[in-house]
């Protein structure tokens, strides 16, 4: 059971925006930075946001990320077949006092 | 040119333990923290801990305590996580990556499956 909640799977057609929800509580996403990532099959996972809406350099503007209160959303504008990944959320949980992730969303484009 | 290469695959009985490493590039290794997490098959992400390489302090997360150790050697500039008592359930890839000290995880290695089995 992951800390952070994320639905299991999203979808949408090429071209199209998809939004992706992380949520926490106030130990973790409500009074810290919030990162997301996307994993590829097979490959190691890569920075997409930063610091809640922030893009790593070589990051496209077709990804963006949003904070509100304790929850997170990133979203994905002209969506690409490329983009078909597990994307995940992570952040730090000041009462745990560890890096937490969600379990995780597949994103299939139809 | 920021690099995270890790060891490679092992293979382990139940109740071992197994030693990964992780040689960053040298301004990585100095200039920043080094996180370990990890993925068992079909499952999410785990962060297992991290170091602050240069000072060799590390922590890591409460499940793990006792059995994980982070540590770095500055002579190579590599990181090194061992975990003991290893069980069938500790079957995963584990991955090094560059911490910007935000918690954000940059640049990760490559990976390293450790498998246990009898």
């Known amino acids: 059971q992951s800390v952070l909640t994320q639905p299991p799977s999203a979808s949408a057609a090429p071209g199209q925006k998809v939004t992706i929800s992380c949520s926490g509580s106030?130990?973790?996403?409500?009074?810290?930075?919030v990162s997301w990532y996307q994993q590829l099959p097979g490959a190691a996972p890569k920075l997409l946001i930063y610091?809640?809406?922030l893009r790593p350099s070589g990051i496209p503007d077709r990804f963006s990320g949003s904070k509100s209160g304790t929850s997170a959303t990133l979203g994905i504008t002209g969506l690409q077949t490329g983009d078909e990944a597990d994307y995940y959320c992570g952040t730090w949980d000041s009462s745990l006092t560890e890096v937490v992730f969600g379990g995780g969303t597949k994103l299939t484009v139809l | 040119q920021v690099q995270l290469v890790q060891s490679g695959a092992e293979a382990k009985k139940p109740g071992s333990s197994v030693k990964v490493s992780c040689k960053a590039s040298e301004d990585t290794f100095r200039d920043y923290t080094i996180s370990w997490v990890r993925q068992a098959p079909g499952q999410g992400l785990e962060w297992m801990g991290r170091i602050i390489p240069m000072l060799g302090i590390a922590s890591s997360a409460q499940r793990f305590q006792g059995r994980v150790t982070i540590t770095a050697d500055k002579s190579t500039f590599t990181s090194y996580m061992e975990l003991s008592g290893l069980r069938f359930e500790d079957t995963a890839i584990y991955y090094c990556?560059?911490?910007?000290?935000?918690?954000?995880?940059?640049?990760w290695g490559q990976g390293t499956l450790v498998s246990v089995s009898s």
């Open positions: 990556a560059r911490d910007l000290d935000n918690y954000s995880l940059d640049y």
């Open positions: 106030s130990s973790n996403i409500g009074n810290n930075y």
């Open positions: 610091d809640n809406n």
